[in-house]
DNA sequence: GATGAATGAGACTTCATTCAT
DNA sequence: GATGAATGAAGTCTCATTCAT
């Protein structure tokens, strides 16, 4: 008894370390290494040593490579999205808030474009449903946002939010996807959110 | 040599029409079994198998099997898009038609979702760039379409179609990528798109 | 500790009947799992939750996945092989109550043919020795009933009845080993058991 | 031209050898390590840079790793099974010819217990069927000398081999799967045999 | 006895693509 | 242009089993 003690004292082990830790130090890691060598190129395996955790144990906590993705995603990106919407200027016009918001979602994908490019291809085709949670929350997050924004112009907020949500979406896209230009992909943008808001 | 010559003398443009058939059947045979078995079930042997050429022969044609995909779904697809604007009542308010078109898209989409899904995927994420010019037709086909569908209400037509585009599209991949209704995602459209055109 | 006792003597036996029914409950949701799903298909983890213990637990009463498999058939067989015999008529010659034996032992295997190839190819190569009791347990079963059947015509029951036993598994393995028909095999068995009983 | 003339010369490369020496290869390099190792502890890998082929190369020549096994076998135990019928001594009877063979055939196995466990496991339940013409040619073979041995004393030849191997094959069993001595099995098997033969 | 979170070994095979002919 | 034998990279995730509680 007392050597037991003693030994934790000595060595804390994994065990009592409890989950919530547990997924933060994977989330942790996952994201290091998605960020230093990208996606392809990092092993679950890695994932596995940097968080200290066993191999099998990793997927205890995300299904697939994939979900930890996701998991990687939201945080920052839930995150990112937070600060833009406390940073927006009230009194700029809806327009230019909402480009406000996107140019700097749209910067936040520019610091790692191929990760964005896996991250997005995964939202149109997921590996799992597990995580399909994290994806609505964040997207109650950013229509939350939106919202507010258009409220003061738009009958309908909701489906305003989304309309400017889905034109940001398909920017996004052209330029991820087919090296459209992110300035050219940016001033489409605002022209249709300019018809969009009248 | 000289009978080289004279063989095709006597068919001109033998080697051309030989090439194209071949290219036909290739995409026929691609499409048969995309079909039938999936993307990822079907080999690139199958295909070679079923259009009758050799294996490394394929690769004469299409740099890589992604770009079969593109030219399966190019081919239906822009025949699909050409009927449905053919069939449009021009007497429908901008609205219905662009409904129309899309439902049609839908559910030609709904008639092989994971294949759409896999599409999908390659839009956002292309492995080669050599099929972008078929994407770029397709693309124009369906703009010039909608240009003319949103005209009588719209102040700058490019602008509303690709808008209208848009929406569209991110209703398709919240249906594809989400398992978000059909019905659902089309409601939502409609009224996304009624706010566009004010 | 005088708790304990009280409820011993309440419950006598208590504790060891509710190892039976834990063990019968595993072998119960082993045979349904197997047979629905196949071996291999089948985790313990699953066998576990539909025998509603803990996943460990399930090694307290089954040294491997194999010996489960060895239980479930157990049980099994020996019910069917009893039945078998007691069926028996006994006016039919030797060789044809050994025939009708084998016949409805082949056809207790053509119910599952896949579990009954796991089950050979682990008799053949047996993942422990602990269920060693069980198929001993079978085997004197089937031998003392094959002995009562050619004892009427045979010098030394015991060789006979072993030399039956090897034709029928031989047969046995023959038709699930390699798809000679079922019908083939028997008709082998047949001529083979009518040469060893003269 | 001249360079690559030169070049072969200097460097003999893999293509120009042809597909039966690859085969032999193969099949020696397997054979190597199958018995230095053992069959789970040797990889595709050390086979395919011992056979100093490419790792998919092997899978043009053998559809699955077991059936690798089953070509070692079958060449290794096809040379024994002739030298063992080609020194038969025809004066003895036939049960000491039989028992002759299958003494021999037995003593084979015992050179690489483990091996042929997981040989008569793979008979059991195979993993492919490509390899069943190699099975089935070694039986006739065997089959054809043991009818040779029991033609005098039988009837049926043919059913009295088959009895014959049968006996031995459980026999075997009975040894590789569960301890049985090998002597107690063949003396077992001498008194079956007897038997048999009358 | 019971639990269930944690472990970690593990190597097969596939199949798109190439390139010598 | 056509062929098809040869290549080889590649790495996830499963799942039986353990053992601290």
Not at 62 to 91: G, Y
Not at 122 to 128: D, F, H, K, R, Y
């Amino acid at each position: 008894m007392a050597n037991a003690v003693a030994l934790d004292q000595l060595a804390p082990g994994r065990r009592e370390r409890n989950k919530l830790e547990k997924q933060a130090r994977i989330v942790w890691a996952a994201r290091q290494l998605f960020h230093r060598q990208g996606f392809a190129e990092t092993t679950t395996q890695q994932i596995a040593v940097e968080a200290d955790i066993g191999t099998g144990t990793l997927f205890l906590y995300a299904k697939c490579k994939e979900d930890l993705l996701i998991m990687v995603f939201k945080d920052e990106m839930l995150e990112t999205v937070r600060e833009i919407f406390a940073r927006l200027s009230p009194k700029a016009s809806p327009v230019d808030q909402l480009m406000a918001v996107f140019e700097h979602m749209m910067a936040y994908h520019a610091r790692d474009i191929d990760l964005s490019r896996v991250l997005l291809r995964e939202l149109v085709m997921p590996s799992s449903l597990d995580r399909r949670g994290d994806v609505t929350e964040l997207m109650d997050a950013i229509y939350s946002g939106l919202m507010d924004i258009v409220r003061p112009v738009a009958d309908e907020p909701e489906v305003a939010a989304r309309s400017a949500f889905a034109l940001y979406y398909f920017a996004l896209i052209s330029w991820l996807g087919r090296g459209f230009e992110r300035r050219a992909a940016l001033t489409h943008l605002r022209t249709q959110l300019s018809g969009l808001l009248k």
